[in-house]
């Protein structure tokens, strides 16, 4: 964590903001610009006006900036200047962001409020999660505001959030510091999930169906195979045996005239 992040988030929760709204200005602040009063966009969008200083602003937002230096009698290029700004921003011209940021009940909440305020790059109020660098900004302020960093944003309209007040809807803060490459267009981080949603469920609705056609051919295989089996050596009856019966033995017709000459003889 940076030493202007621990300088913003105190700022902040000495005017009376939440820690976790003092975490979500603060880690926004060093998203755009890494906490540099001085800084310039290096890649505004293309017909937008270079950001300038700790929250990128535009040149409207910018002149104000500098009238109420003058007005304060302080260096509007003076981290001093530009951390009062914003807080007077969200009492004025941003008001309604900073309605939201104050009455924020979580650090999500927090930080979907003060991209309302900022708005930047891909940014709207029904998917404030599709706003460029989200999850950055989301974990520059995480431990400050006790919560666990996350890994991708949250998804469409979850968390409800004010438009704020905006000077300039098409302000670039692709950018800042960082120097972001710009997306063609924003990103529906809701249609993305709901399409990869239906795709696992999908997937595993057909890994069921290829199971029990696997376990289906499986079977069958097996009763192919015992069939052709039973072909291949059909089964042989075996009939016993019965003894054959004795048939009489009789005379030929020479033997018997033989026997009855000779009887004849002997008479």
């Known amino acids: 964590m940076s030493d202007f992040t621990t300088r913003a988030y105190k700022y902040f929760?000495?005017?009376r903001y939440s820690k976790?709204?003092?975490?979500?200005?603060?880690a926004n602040a060093m998203h755009?610009?890494?906490g540099s009063p001085t800084i310039y966009?290096?890649?505004p969008r293309p017909g937008s006006a270079a950001g300038f200083g700790m929250m990128q602003w535009d040149p409207q937002r910018k002149a104000g900036l500098y009238k109420f230096a003058a007005d304060n009698g302080l260096d509007p290029e003076?981290?001093?200047?530009?951390?009062?700004?914003?807080?007077h921003e969200l009492n004025t011209t941003e008001k309604a962001a900073g309605d939201k940021l104050r009455n924020a009940s979580s650090y999500q909440d927090a930080t979907n409020a003060v991209l309302s305020y900022l708005r930047p790059q891909g940014y709207s109020d029904k998917d404030p999660g599709s706003s460029l660098g989200y999850v950055a900004r989301y974990n520059n302020g995480a431990q400050l505001?006790?919560?666990?960093p996350?890994?991708?944003?949250?998804i469409g309209g979850t968390q409800t959030v004010g438009a704020g007040a905006a000077s300039n809807p098409a302000m670039a803060t692709a950018g800042g510091l960082l120097n972001y490459p710009t997306p063609a267009a924003p990103v529906d981080t809701s249609k993305q999930l709901a399409a990869l949603l239906a795709a696992q469920e999908d997937q595993k609705k057909q890994q069921g169906i290829d199971d029990v056609v696997k376990q289906g051919m499986g079977l069958l295989g097996q009763g192919i195979g015992e069939a052709s089996r039973l072909q291949a050596a059909p089964a042989q009856v075996h009939f016993?045996?019965?003894?054959?019966q004795q048939q009489p033995v009789f005379p030929d017709f020479a033997t018997m005239l033989a026997q009855q000459r000779l009887m004849r003889r002997m008479v």
């Open 13 to 15: 929760v000495d005017k």
């Open 20 to 26: 976790e709204a003092a975490a979500a200005l603060a």
């Open 32 to 34: 755009e610009s890494g």
């Open 41 to 43: 966009e290096k890649a």
């Open 78 to 87: 003076s981290e001093q200047a530009q951390l009062a700004y914003i807080d």
């Open 145 to 148: 505001a006790g919560v666990d």
């Open 150 to 154: 996350i890994n991708v944003p949250p």
């Open 240 to 244: 016993p045996q019965l003894p054959m």
